[in-house]
């Protein structure tokens, strides 16, 4: 028996951490993505942080990333309009 739960979480992981591979492509730095867990929030990137939440969606651990990431990311933010 499957749990619909659990599948639906599975689903919204995979979406999120597809987001987020491609924030990191777009913003050149592919080969810093990695996935941490930091209490109530998913940290993406190793030396550049991009965090996620429910609440907040994506934004930059701006104390973690590079000057070149975060001109990427506002560059980026402010094409999306978000």
Same mark, same amino acid.
């Given at each position: ?28 730095? /592919? ?5 941490? @867990?930091?209490?109530?929030? *998913?940290?993406?990137?190793g030396c550049n942080r991009l965090l996620f939440s429910p609440l907040n969606g994506f934004y930059p651990d ?7 990431? /975060? ?5 980026? @933010?402010?094409?999306?309009? *978000?």
């Amino acid at each position: 028996m499957t749990d619909p739960f659990s599948e639906n979480l599975q689903a919204v992981g995979t979406i999120v951490t597809k987001a987020a591979m491609d924030i990191f492509e777009k913003c050149g730095n /592919l080969d810093d993505f990695c996935i941490q @867990h930091v209490g109530q929030v *998913a940290v993406f990137g190793g030396c550049n942080r991009l965090l996620f939440s429910p609440l907040n969606g994506f934004y930059p651990d701006r104390s973690y990333c590079t000057e070149k990431f /975060l001109e990427a990311w506002d560059r980026l @933010h402010k094409e999306i309009g *978000a």
